[in-house]
T-cell receptor
Framework: EAGVTQFPSHSVIEKGQTVTLRCDPI?????LYWYRRVMGKEIKFLLH????????ESGMPNNRFLAERTGGTYSTLKVQPAELEDSGVYFC??????????????FGPGTRLTVL | DQQVKQNSPSLSVQEGRISILNCDYT??????FLWYKKYPAEGPTFLIS?????DKNEDGRFTVFLNKSAKHLSLHIVPSQPGDSAVYFC??????????????FGKGTHLIIQP
């Protein structure tokens, strides 16, 4: 079974440009999460989808970040316009939906974003 | 305002000895704790977890201990092996929405196993 996949693996853009990151969760996983790790710091939660609905977007830094999950399958995270402080590794994770139990989150390999 | 703290950025242990990684948390709403292992250029991989109703969980060479009164948990790896060299992240969750909340991570501890 394929794991969580992310595309691209690396992206280098200029300040002010737009970048779109993509995440394909494990098939059947209704929960999808985006996280970000700025160099040397903790992995920070950005937002959580349940199917196509945003369940929690409390971690999104500002309105330059837009996440979508059309049809409840893959998700995109768009940064527009990108700023220097947006550089970091963006991880996507997915898990099964289950009330009252904790279901393990499986992480993708991440997209390393560098804003110059 | 870090809610999960790993105060040791790195730890060096001799192969065959015990590795002990520590983690402290401040949010008393956390009721599920996890350890993830991360190799370079890969995403974090789940290692072991513990619910707040327990104080110990063991899986092979890995044991996690939880001290709720001290808001402290630790991961013990024994015996340590070269393949254990990686960054270890402590993470916590509050299951207020059926266990599906985003995780709160620490900064990680880089474990180096010396031959």
């Amino acid at each position: 079974e394929a794991g969580v996949t992310q595309f691209p693996s690396h992206s280098v853009i200029e300040k002010g440009q737009t970048v779109t990151l993509r995440c394909d969760p494990i098939s059947g996983h209704d929960n999808l999460y985006w996280y970000r790790r700025v160099m040397g710091k903790e992995i920070k939660f950005l937002l959580h989808f349940v199917k196509e609905s945003k369940q929690d977007e409390s971690g999104m830094p500002n309105n330059r970040f837009l996440a979508e999950r059309t049809g409840g399958t893959y998700s995109t995270l768009k940064v527009q316009p990108a700023e220097l402080e947006d550089s970091g590794v963006y991880f996507c994770a997915s898990s099964l939906l289950g009330a009252g139990v904790y279901n393990e989150q499986f992480f993708g390999p991440g997209t390393r974003l560098t804003v110059l | 305002d870090q809610q999960v703290k790993q105060n040791s950025p790195s730890l060096s242990v001799q192969e065959g000895r015990i590795s002990i990684l520590n983690c402290d948390y401040t949010n008393s709403m956390f009721d599920y704790f996890l350890w993830y292992k991360k190799y370079p250029a890969e995403g974090p991989t789940f290692l072991i977890s513990i619910s707040s109703i327990k104080d110990k969980n063991e899986d092979g060479r890995f044991t996690v201990f939880l001290n709720k009164s001290a808001k402290h948990l630790s991961l013990h790896i024994v015996p340590s092996q070269p393949g254990d060299s990686a960054v270890y992240f402590c993470a916590a969750s509050a299951q207020k929405r059926g266990g599906a909340d985003g995780l709160t991570f620490g900064k990680g501890t880089h474990l180096i196993i010396q031959p």
